[in-house]
């Protein structure tokens, strides 16, 4: 029997009506184009690969790759490999013939959980959605929007590209070895009106990481390099980074980038 192991941030998902919500929200269907991150011992898998033709599990610990390989299931391709150094844009686009739906899902380790999803933002082009377990309090800086105490930095970069919903709450109870935090599922689905230039997006990050630098600021110290060519108003640079809209500071990536 394989136990979670701290290093790879590994609780097992164990509770059968959160899995069934899961799955219910990730709606599989026999030809989408689906990888599961981290299918531990395979709590969403098996129900996953029940309704489609081919899943893609992509693990990092051998014992768990060795594991799946012995289960030797039809349509499960097992992939052993880092998350944060996968090329998900490469998977994306190597589909079968005739796939639907291309879908990126799992439970995500807590411990790697923000920078994967920075990752993925470069793939989100050829995604058509995400579905994902996080911690709790992760997944409500994702969702909070301007002037919530939550917003910040996170909250900016990902609404940028995706539309978000919280779609379960889940509590520590629902896994083993038990988290010492609750956890939240949301759905990301790639915006439709992104427009941004590869040039555009380095300048949101630059103005957003500058924006909540320190977020008891006001805009006029943290965004000083920046407020000149931005032509901030009044109200804007007595405004701290938490009150201003994720299209305003998209209008001024825009700006910054020409």
Request: hydrophobic residues 45%; glycine residues 4%; charged residues 20%.
């Amino acid at each position: 029997m394989h136990h979670a192991r701290k290093r790879f941030g590994q609780n097992f998902l164990q509770d059968s009506g959160v899995i069934y919500s899961i799955v219910a929200s990730i709606n599989p269907s026999a030809n989408m184009h689906v990888i599961e991150i981290g299918p531990g011992l395979g709590a969403l898998t098996r129900p996953l690969l029940s309704n489609l033709e081919r899943l893609d599990l992509l693990e990092i610990d051998r014992d768990l790759v060795a594991y799946w390989n012995q289960e030797n299931l039809k349509g499960l391709n097992i992939i052993e490999g880092d998350a944060l150094k996968f090329d998900f844009l490469g998977w994306a686009t190597v589909r079968p013939a005739n796939s639907g739906l291309c879908k990126v899902v799992g439970n995500l380790p807590y411990n790697i959980s923000s920078p994967l999803l920075f990752h993925l933002v470069s793939a989100a082009h050829v995604i058509d959605e995400q579905v994902f377990m996080l911690q709790a309090e992760v997944v409500e800086r994702m969702v909070s929007k301007a002037g919530g105490s939550e917003f910040s930095r996170l909250s900016v970069m990902l609404q940028a590209r995706y539309d978000m919903e919280l779609v379960l709450e889940v509590l520590p109870e629902a896994f083993n070895p038990q988290p010492k935090v609750n956890s939240a599922v949301v759905r990301m689905i790639p915006r439709r009106d992104f427009s941004l230039s590869n040039t555009q997006w380095h300048a949101l990050e630059k103005l957003v990481a500058a924006a909540f630098s320190q977020r008891r600021k006001m805009l006029r110290t943290n965004l000083s390099i920046f407020s000149e060519r931005l032509a901030l108003s009044e109200s804007e640079l007595k405004a701290r980074a938490q009150d201003i809209p994720v299209e305003r500071y998209i209008e001024w990536a825009k700006i910054l980038a020409t």
